[in-house]
């Protein structure tokens, strides 16, 4: 039987508030609604005992000791991943940098395009040189609710891009394959990360816990380097530093966290159910796509190496994006797994959790939402210059809308 027989038909039933709902899947199982919150609650994947402990490994200070380091950018998960609660957005940005060779080809800085923050000796400091001409700031990502993006098949995304690309013009958004690390050989649709680079929470965590905090393990083995430089003689604990698989830990936190919940106080106002209207009549739910449905549960994923259970699977779930790479004219030029032609794309931004957020856009420098739809160019111009053409109660509406996400 062909994936797509998997898929689940969704019902574009447009309800009072803008959401799209769906009701079965092509089985004709049942589909329910994922639970939300900012709760610190557990989705029913696993008890709420072990998901605190998932949770505090995820909160958990790495020392100098415990292999921080050399160069890192954080000491915990939950220094990026924090507002409201552990798992969402925090003010925190990255910085990514890289040039273009004479053919146009984007290049990564010296030890990788991360340029970390901060180092465990003076002498290590990462600054960037004047040949590092291709410079960007990335904001910390909300990873709450991630169990089911990453509990979404591939199939269902190459549709909504194939979907898109029905529309016709430059709207249709690019799906990239990229590796499973802890299934060698194997490679799947990717999802996270502002460029798609990783399509498992696994994958994800143990590539932060390498770049991010400096933490080797047992995906990622070789330790970094400063701006190119070895960091030997500064590194005082062996390979392989995360010898309790902490990357396992935070990776059942992620996949057991309930989605960010919205504000229904907000939602059921006037105001912004008119809103949701507007925002798909002007077209921004192309792409930041109201409903998607998970993978049935005993779906293989990963190269078998995760089995969707029954608290992610076949769940409707919000999160406003369809975790395609775009370009809206705000591309940072970084390349990382989807090859040159990506460099320009960044992924549809999930809009759940949007009301937690102060700091818009991947480099966090639209600080409100106006100025952050109206940088959206190149796929986005029509979407945008309709955005500009409402009346001023038109636009706040929308804006209001936004706000309850």
Not at 170 to 181: E, F, N
Request: net charge neutral; aromatic share 6%; glycine share 10%.
């Amino acid at each position: 039987m062909k994936l797509l027989k998997f898929l689940v038909v969704v019902l574009f039933a447009v309800t009072a508030v803008g959401v799209i709902s769906a009701s079965r899947n092509v089985s004709g199982q049942a589909v329910t609604e994922a639970p939300t919150g900012f709760d610190n609650k557990t989705n029913g994947m696993i008890d709420q005992l072990a998901f605190d402990t998932a949770r505090k490994a995820f909160e958990e200070r790495d020392t100098i000791e415990e292999g921080l380091g050399p160069v890192y950018n954080a000491q915990s998960c939950a220094e990026c991943h924090q507002s409201p609660t552990t798992g969402g957005i925090s003010q925190i940005t990255v910085l990514r940098a890289g040039h273009r060779d004479r053919n146009g080809n984007f290049v990564e800085a010296p030890g990788g395009s991360l340029v970390q923050d901060r180092a465990i000796h003076p002498s290590l400091q990462e600054v960037i040189t004047l040949d590092e001409n291709i410079t960007t700031f990335r904001t910390s990502l909300n990873v709450l609710g991630d169990g089911f993006v990453e509990a979404i098949a591939d199939e269902t995304l190459l549709e909504i891009a194939r979907n898109q690309e029905r529309r016709g013009g430059p709207i249709a958004g690019q799906a990239i394959q990229v590796p499973v690390l802890e299934a060698p050989g194997i490679t799947r649709v990717g999802r996270f990360g502002w460029k798609n680079q990783h399509a498992s929470l696994l994958s994800f965590s143990a590539d932060a816990y390498l770049n991010e905090m400096g933490i080797t393990n047992r995906l990622l083995r070789t330790e970094n380097t400063s701006w190119g430089r070895s960091v030997a003689a500064f590194d005082p604990v062996p390979e392989i530093e995360d010898q309790e698989d902490d990357i396992e830990l935070f990776t059942r936190f992620m996949r057991a966290s309930k989605p960010p919940s919205r504000d229904e106080a907000i939602a059921n106002t006037i105001e912004a159910r008119a809103g949701a209207q507007l925002f798909n009549q002007i077209g921004c739910a192309v792409c930041h796509v109201p409903t998607i449905v998970t993978a049935p549960p005993g779906t293989s994923l990963n190269g078998g190496t995760f089995i969707v259970p029954p608290a992610l699977g076949s769940k409707a779930i919000h999160p406003f994006s369809d975790f395609l790479l775009h370009d809206v004219g705000t591309g940072d030029g970084i390349v990382q797994n989807g090859g040159q032609a990506t460099a320009n794309k960044l992924r549809t931004s999930p809009l759940w959790g949007l009301r937690t957020r102060n700091r818009f856009m991947h480099d966090g420098l639209s600080l409100t939402l106006e100025d952050s739809i109206r940088r959206h160019r190149g796929t986005s111009t029509g979407s945008t210059n309709r955005f500009n053409q409402l009346n001023e109660r038109q636009r706040a509406q929308v804006i209001r809308f936004l706000r309850s996400l």
